[in-house]
């Protein structure tokens, strides 16, 4: 089979949606301890959204090695539903939760089972015409690309054209395999920067480093400032995958954070 071929199998996308897996994992573990005000929830929601993100690309990984390019689209789809959901969450519970309104309803609902979030064209609605979010707003809607990446995961979901067919079948022979496992690490690296961009936006103390909340665990004068600092591995993956590619999303998040971003 041609998706069993060296050029094919050692494509970089494979690697990157590793980093992207690792990634996740350690910031579910990383947001654990920070408190989700508005819900009843015990410990912060958005562990378990990052976990099953983590998750989420694991399964394209697993995918795309065995030459479903069309089905690791609709696992893109899926990873775009889940980034708008989990910013238009945390945006909703920002706008709403006061100290009259302790328990935000509809997120709270939506945690315990009893009331559906709405749909992605809502959501999505709310989170451009943000006043909170417009200086990251005017960032992300200098292009198109976000539509045009949901029309193609669109176009795979539903089989629109007939090669979406044909690359979800790992035994016919394509000649732009390559070209495809090229566009789709685009798209992702693009959804990943999307999603960062607006949750550091949002939830600059999610960028914090371990290190103040340790020396406070170990009852210890934690050192000056260090609630500001920013952990390694989320330093790390703005050097190397967000700044080079988004040089303004990152400008737009030290802009309104005080995390020692750099």
Not at 48 to 72: C, H, K, P, W
Not at 112 to 120: I, M, R, S, V
Not at 182 to 190: G, I, L, P, W
Request: with cysteine; aromatic share 14%.
């Amino acid at each position: 089979m041609q998706v069993m071929d060296e050029t094919y199998q050692g494509h970089r996308v494979f690697a990157e949606l590793e980093r992207y897996m690792e990634f996740y994992g350690q910031l579910s573990m990383s947001v654990f301890s920070f408190a989700t005000m508005g819900t009843k929830a015990i410990c912060n929601i958005d562990t378990y959204v990052y976990s099953s993100m983590q998750g989420t690309f694991e399964s394209m990984r697993t995918i795309l090695l065995a030459g479903r390019i069309n089905d690791a689209y609709t696992l893109l789809r899926k990873y775009h539903d889940s980034v708008i959901i989990n910013v238009y969450s945390n945006l909703y519970l920002l706008d709403n939760f006061n100290i009259e309104k302790f328990i935000v309803e509809k997120i709270n609902n939506w945690l315990q089972g009893k009331e559906k979030l709405p749909e992605y064209r809502v959501m999505s609605q709310y989170i451009r015409t943000s006043d909170a979010l417009k200086p990251i707003n005017s960032v992300f809607g200098i292009d198109d690309r976000y539509k045009r990446i949901r029309d193609r995961c669109n176009d795979h979901t539903h089989y629109n054209f007939y090669r979406h067919a044909m690359l979800n079948d790992n035994k016919v022979h394509i000649e732009n395999r390559g070209w495809w496992l090229d566009r789709f690490s685009s798209d992702v690296r693009d959804l990943f920067i999307l999603h960062l961009g607006y949750i550091f936006f949002l939830n600059g103390h999610y960028m914090m480093s371990s290190d103040h909340m340790d020396a406070l665990e170990c009852g210890m004068q934690p050192e000056e400032d260090s609630q500001y600092w920013v952990a390694p591995f989320i330093q790390e993956v703005f050097d190397e995958l967000i700044t080079p590619r988004r040089p303004d999303v990152t400008f737009a998040i030290k802009a309104s954070s005080a995390m020692q971003l750099s």
